[in-house]
């Protein structure tokens, strides 16, 4: 019994209510052994009754292992990430493993706090967002002799297992339907680089596109902190303003291009013929605005279940037939915001 009077659950307790042997009862609650299974019914549901949960810091210390996965991400706010953690929480669900979230603010330091606190706790495989990381953060995960998957981006060196899109090509192809549909002057709207490294590549994707159309960016617009329509409002509101003859604005996510499109329609300004607009990501928010805005589909959700699939897999199983490296492909969303491709004919 503790100092307030509540008492410390044990097996013999579960054993006694049950009328079966405590190492029955440790075999029911491990899934171990040979048990019947009107045995095993009668076990789980005397432990139901009475709220008994087993303690598996023991078996953490004989293992060296806990049934969690850390999940590592920028923001639990931001709208890309919640089908990310769905997809995972899907994978897992089916298994003994149980996700553990934690967010690093897109501070480099953080995430190394944060690695550090998750691995302390000996979990069974570590999911973590973006490729980029300071040394002492991919020193602990190459050293964690657990499986290590990055998520969201392929553009660079994985220490581990690498699962998401390449956002250099998804800039890239975005560039060769913008000008594939007759825009010139384009500007490119997003946050401040180099801390979004995953806007930064697709910007330099965007580049390369519109380099191979004899182009080069028009106008650039950045702002810093976290993502907002009305940030999206005032970037294209600026951005217009300092150069009238803009014909189209990219976005660096839907959200702010949401806000952009919400500033042109508001202006009076034709979308797409006189501006046409893209982002990135495609969130469900479009499905609420006044036009639907051409974006990228970032793959989240497969992104979370085959970064689950890999680590279940080598964790639970010991397969070591699953891929190190999964290249999704970025799909292009054409909303009402490009005007038509002219006829090829």
């Not at 981006?153 to 581990?160: H, W």
């Not at 013929?273 to 989240?300: E, I, K, S």
Request: aromatic share 4%.
């Amino acid at each position: 019994m503790t100092e307030d009077g509540k008492v410390h659950l044990t097996l013999r307790d579960v054993s006694e209510a049950s009328g079966v042997s405590e190492m029955t009862v440790s075999r029911v609650l491990r899934n171990k052994g040979d048990v019947s299974a009107r045995t095993r019914e009668k076990v789980l549901a005397a432990a139901r009754s009475l709220g008994y949960v087993p303690n598996k810091i023991a078996g953490a210390l004989a293992s060296n292992r806990v049934n969690l996965v850390g999940v590592i991400i920028p923001s639990l706010s931001n709208m890309v990430f919640p089908e990310v953690l769905t997809g995972i929480s899907r994978v897992l669900d089916e298994t003994v493993l149980q996700p553990v979230f934690g967010a690093t603010h897109y501070a480099p330091e953080t995430e190394e706090k944060v690695i550090y606190e998750m691995l302390s706790w000996r979990p069974s495989g570590l999911i973590v967002a973006g490729l980029e990381h300071n040394d002492a953060a991919r020193a602990m995960m190459r050293n964690a002799a657990i499986p290590v998957v990055e998520i969201m981006d392929v553009d660079g060196a994985a220490v581990d297992a690498n699962v998401g899109i390449s956002h250099h090509r998804a800039g890239r192809d975005m560039a060769r339907e913008i000008t594939r549909r007759g825009y010139r002057r384009i500007a490119f709207l997003g946050s401040k680089m180099p801390d979004d490294h995953r806007a930064r590549k697709r910007l330099e994707g965007f580049e390369q596109g519109l380099s191979e159309a004899g182009l080069a960016l028009a106008a650039t617009e950045f702002y810093s902190g976290g993502s907002s329509l009305r940030k999206g409002r005032e970037m294209a509101a600026a951005a217009l303003a300092r150069e009238p003859d803009l014909d189209f604005l990219y976005f660096s996510n839907d959200l702010i291009g949401a806000g952009g499109l919400l500033h042109c329609l508001e202006a009076g300004i034709d979308v797409p013929n006189r501006v046409g607009l893209a982002g990135f990501n495609g969130v469900d928010l479009l499905d609420g605005l006044p036009m639907h805005l051409t974006t990228m589909d970032a793959c989240r959700m497969e992104i979370g279940v085959k970064a689950a699939e890999i680590v279940a897999g080598r964790a639970l199983d010991g397969r070591t037939d699953l891929p190190a490296r999964i290249e999704l492909d970025p799909k292009l969303i054409r909303g009402e915001t490009l005007r038509p491709a002219p006829d090829r004919a």
